[in-house]
């Protein structure tokens, strides 16, 4: 069985990683220590998510700062994570599985 991503852990090809792996892996506990009020969804989304997108978005501080969203297709509000590089951010897409799509944006600066 051929993996999405060969550094991949838990999800094969066109199957979705059960509660039990999702709540173990180190980007749960990242997230339930960050921000342990979202804990259960996150879970609930990572759990069906099949794409993700990483676009850099505005975190909303005082400061003004940009960090590297993760974003599921099936609820494109939240975040799965945000960090401060996109290598970061995909490093976590490949490490649970999450195939990762073009943004707009993105594909369009392919073109040109």
């Known amino acids: 069985m051929e993996y999405v991503y060969s550094e991949n852990k838990y999800r094969s090809e066109g ?32 759990e069906r998510v099949l794409w993700v997108c990483v676009e850099q978005r505005d975190d909303h501080s005082s400061r003004g ?7 599921p297709e099936i609820e494109p509000e939240f ?3 945000a960090l ?6 995909m490093a976590v897409c490949r490490e649970m599985g999450w195939q990762i799509r073009q943004t ?8 040109a």
Do not use: G, M
Request: net charge neutral; with cysteine.
């Open 15 to 46: 199957a979705l990683i059960n509660r039990e792996q999702i709540e173990s892996s180190d980007w749960a506990k990242r997230f339930q220590a960050a921000c342990p009020t979202s804990y259960i969804e996150a879970i609930d989304l990572a």
């Open 65 to 71: 700062d940009y960090l590297w969203a993760v974003i």
């Open 79 to 81: 975040w799965l994570d």
């Open 84 to 89: 401060p590089t996109k290598r970061k951010a």
């Open 104 to 111: 707009k944006l993105e594909a369009i600066s392919k073109l």
